[in-house]
């Protein structure tokens, strides 16, 4: 027992430290020859910046470097979901244009009724800065209800809605029928496949449950087949938008006494308090629903190395890279273990207990017995952690650094330690939620269920998450009668215009989430980065180049905006305000710009401790 213990105590730092270049190039190159035909290659970056993407071939301007990588975990944001409605597995819109028109203006007239029936309540804010946010986002609600009532009535708006009301060449505009939850949570989905990817890859371990056990704001869900839950017909406030999918009959689930217990795949779930976590998640930071999916998914996968199987292909699918039907969730079959010797993770799990071993090492009396590998199917001591070292391989490649260490502390922040604090209480609150929510989580994979781990999830989400915005099929379909020859586009304006005017500026609103890619978390950043990021309709996310890059030449993306939205100017942000922009980062920005800035400057003494990026 006290060798389990310290084992126990120990793997969370394990988990948390960054595989030499080494151990991990052979699964990132798997990665990238996936996605770029191994147009480019990872390496060390120098300059204390650890690893790097580099070109293995010339690129110009508009070349897409990378292709459209599967997301290794991500979610849409919760205001987000309350405007638009995408797949929660592959993030495609689903529906159709009528009803995306339809929710996006029932969202701004819920939103002002909510604000008005809170009448001066909103307005008793301890900080100024609050109080202008609230005022500008009033201000907006309020010029968007004056356009939605000067152009459409709300008898138009529930016509459109119910389909009632079909607008012109909207048939054009073709999306996925939405599948909903088996789990009967508010997630909906692109396909049946894609429901039932999901389930097997995360969901079944996230779905809160039936609309009136759901929390107020969960994951978002949708519907498969088998499992025990059956199948309904049915994403901060609003109906709840939970990325939920739905199970497989191999899951194996079943009721164990508590109307709100069930097993999946091995891992007793308790619906119930899912709700509580949701809830929690949803009144301080839905970060805490990313970190969710990447342990539910860590933890299968674990599960299913023990068993000796892999019925979660396309999750290592998707974990290779490998783009099968990914809009669809569709799969294909993977044949042997991800841990046997030669496979990508093989070099990581080695690595892994040999840190682990070197840990228990310095505690003396100790033992050191530890599996090689987790290819044995028997879950002796030793062998779920040399399973959970498999499944988290790919979560491994990102920086991490725990929440409440690595964030910048605000300039309006006075007190740095009670900050630093607040964000700790919150993580472990968050743990704490969802510790009864995953009692099989916590008893077979207890290192999952740290702070440290939890808290480092946050914190990696933090540094190396990448935007994902999806574009607006409403935007497609304006620009398709915007397109049309006279008379046609005349006759159709006369139907569609009003509804234009109605969502005025904001008709192209694109869904907007956060998500990380192994491979992707290895850009560096640059302030004149050579490449950038696009998301895409099929919900994928491809990179490409901003201008010609050399073979050999580090392919750069930019951390953080670079035309001055964050201040509201519209103007290149300043040395000074990009480096503060950086802070969350952890690094003073070093690329050409900002030597050059930084030279121009009036010169001051250096100061110490100041590190350079490390990807």
Known sequence: MAATNNIQRHLPSVLLQIPPLDVSRPYLQQIARDVSNDNVRVQDAGSGKGKGIFASKEFSEGDVIFGSAPWLVAMQHNESS???????????????VEQLIAKSLVNVIESAAALAAQGDHDKARDSDDEDGVEDEEAEELQQRMELINQHVSTAEIEQLQTGALKLPLSERMQLPEPIPCRGGCHALYS?????EAAWQQQHCLLCPGTPAAAPTAGPSSSSGAGGSSTR???SHHHPPHNPCGSGSAAAGSSHTGSATLDCQYGLEVDRASLGMFYDHAARTNDIFVLVAKAVAMTALRAMHILQGHQPMQQQQQQHLGVRQEVQQG????????????????AGYVEWGLSQLKGSLQGDHGTSTSLPSSSSTAACTPGMAEAALLEAWMPLSMG????WWESVAVPEDVEDEQAFRQQLKELTAESLEL??????????????????????????????????MAVPSPVEDYFLLVDGLPEPEKAACQQSTQKWLDALDKWYDVPAQGTGFMALQSCANHSCEPNAATEGEGTGLTAVYARRAIKEGEEITITYIEEDGDEDGTGKALSFKQRQA?????????????CLRDAAKAPKKPSRSGVKTGRR
């Open 330 to 345: 569709g799969s294909s079959a993977v044949s042997g273990s991800a841990g046997a010797p030669g496979s990508v993770s």
């Open 434 to 467: 969802m510790k009864p929510a995953w009692p099989g989580v916590a008893a077979l994979f207890p290192a999952l269920m740290s702070m440290e781990v939890w808290g480092g999830l946050v914190g990696m989400f933090e540094l190396n998450n990448l935007a």
């Open 191 to 195: 396909s049946a496949a894609a429901e």
């Open 82 to 96: 309350k405007e638009t409605t995408v797949c929660a597995h592959s993030h495609v819109f689903v529906g159709s």
């Open 399 to 402: 920086w991490k650094r725990l």
């Open 232 to 234: 309904s017909a049915a």
């Open 581 to 593: 922009a950086l802070r969350d980062y952890g690094f003073k920005c070093q690329c050409t710009l």
